[in-house]
């Protein structure tokens, strides 16, 4: 079983900054693409930023030069850089990863419980 567990969620002015983190464990064999989503109350989730296990990245065009996505794979661990944030940024931000749990096993994705991120003055 593989467990994602985000942190560094908060309030923060708008123009602030913020960083999340979100931390994988349990039965991991590799893990392939990472990634952030959110969702804002009353709207679907959507995607913020990915990052491939070569890193190569992507990037919603609403957060693109405010937002940096990066991995540390030998921690297994996605961060989220979030700068100049907005109050349309404010929302549940939720970690995703592309998991393969052992050597001859499928890869299937996991979702952290997300952390909430809320940007007003």
């Known amino acids: 079983q593989v467990q994602l567990v985000e942190s560094g969620g908060g309030l923060v002015q708008p123009g602030g900054s913020l960083r999340l983190s979100c931390a994988t464990s349990?039965?991991?064999?590799?893990?392939?693409?990472m990634g952030w989503y959110r969702q804002a109350p009353g709207k679907q989730r959507e995607l913020v930023a990915t990052v491939t296990s070569g890193g190569g990245t992507n990037y919603a065009d609403s957060v693109k030069g405010r937002f940096t996505i990066s991995r540390d794979n030998a921690k297994n661990t996605v961060y989220l850089q979030m700068n100049s944030l907005k109050p349309e940024d404010t929302a549940v931000y939720y970690c995703?990863?592309?998991?393969?749990?052992?050597?001859?096993?499928?890869?299937?994705?996991?979702w952290g419980q997300g952390t909430q991120v809320t940007v007003s003055s």
């Open positions: 995703h990863a592309i998991i393969r749990a052992t050597m001859t096993g499928s890869a299937g994705g996991s």
């Open positions: 349990g039965s991991i064999f590799s893990i392939y693409a």
